[in-house]
């Protein structure tokens, strides 16, 4: 039954994205409704972006800070495995599971909204491709702005790390700035765009997907909405494990 039902939804979801990659009916409103969807993406996700990511580094500067401890450790490595475990995963893992809550569930109940209200059905009446228009601007949009997000977030971390630990005087201006420059991999941030590119997808795909299908009245509409989130959620974590298997 499990097997049957995941067969389905897989099937439905590449039969979806298939639809949503063809040539624009017009291409100014393909444009603009990408540009709403970017600042709804980009400009309405960057408050709660900016206020976990400096959390994510004042924490994670605390933690590492006490288990250095007494160590013969330096303590400029502080700086350095904030840095680094901000770039690979803490920037783009978390801030993408915030935005699968707040993105993905946005989409899923805009798409699944319009589904009950019959307005897409209304669309392809006058020979809109729906899955085009609907699922395409969103896909472009979050592709290119959550990358840029998650670029924020992990500048932000490293802030938060610097005020959590060279404010209170657990360690200095001079050694922060050294484990910063220390040991850099610039490989780290290719995985980090990686990473979101491919989070950016699977968020507004697996959303799109769940509110264009969806059946029912507003019990089913919020099933969809949580179904998107945590469904993004797993496969987020799922291919957070892939990529780094095979990047690193």
Known sequence: ?????????????FLLLKSAIAKPERFSMYYRETMRQMDAIGVGSLFIVLLISVFIGMV?????????????????????????????EMAPTITCLVLAGKVGSNLAAEIGGMRQK?????????????????????IIAAVVMIPLLVAISAFVSIIGGYLATVLPGSLSHTEYVLGLRSFFEP?????MFVKAGAFAFLITSVSCYYGYYVKGGSIELGEASTSAVVVSNVLILLFDFIIALLLT
């Open 187 to 191: 490989k780290y941030v290719r995985i």
């Open 60 to 88: 994670t500067a605390v933690q590492f800070a006490d288990q250095l401890g007494d160590s013969f450790i330096p303590s400029y490595y502080i700086g350095y495995i904030v840095r680094d475990i901000t770039i690979i």
């Open 1 to 13: 039954m499990f097997v049957t039902s995941f067969l389905e939804h897989l099937g439905k979801y």
């Open 118 to 138: 019959e307005h897409i059905d209304a669309m392809e009446i006058m020979g809109v491709n729906t899955a085009a228009y609907l699922v395409m601007p969103k």
